[in-house]
């Protein structure tokens, strides 16, 4: 099983910035995709940004220039960093992990931080 526990949402202006972060912990063999989702009020959960095992990174349109995911395979964390933010990027943010077991390979997902920009 893995647990993943995700940090630094809030409330921040439009053109801020906020860093999320997410831990992964638990018994488990290997971890591989990690990444972010989004989920904004009466939308459907989106693909933010995913990052490999050898760190190669994929974006979603709406983030390409303004995150950048990042990964510490030693410490089994994730972190996005968000700049420029706009009143669109509101949502609840959800870290992902592919993870492997004893009990074989599943997608693991943490209990979401809340992300909004306003002024």
């Known amino acids: 099983q893995v647990q993943l526990v995700e940090s630094g949402g809030g409330l921040v202006q439009p053109g801020g910035s906020l860093r999320l972060s997410c831990a992964a912990s638990g018994t488990f063999l290997s971890i591989g995709d990690m990444g972010w989702y989004r989920q904004a009020p009466g939308k459907e959960r989106e693909s933010v940004a995913w990052?490999?095992?050898?760190?190669?990174?994929k974006y979603a349109d709406s983030a390409k220039g303004r995150f950048t995911i990042s990964r510490d395979n030693a410490k089994n964390t994730v972190d996005l960093q968000m700049n420029s933010l706009k009143p669109e990027d509101t949502a609840v943010y959800y870290c992902y992990a592919y993870a492997a077991s004893n009990m074989g390979s599943a997608n693991y997902w943490g209990q979401g931080t809340q992300v909004t920009v306003s002024s």
């Open positions: 990052i490999t095992s050898s760190s190669n990174t």
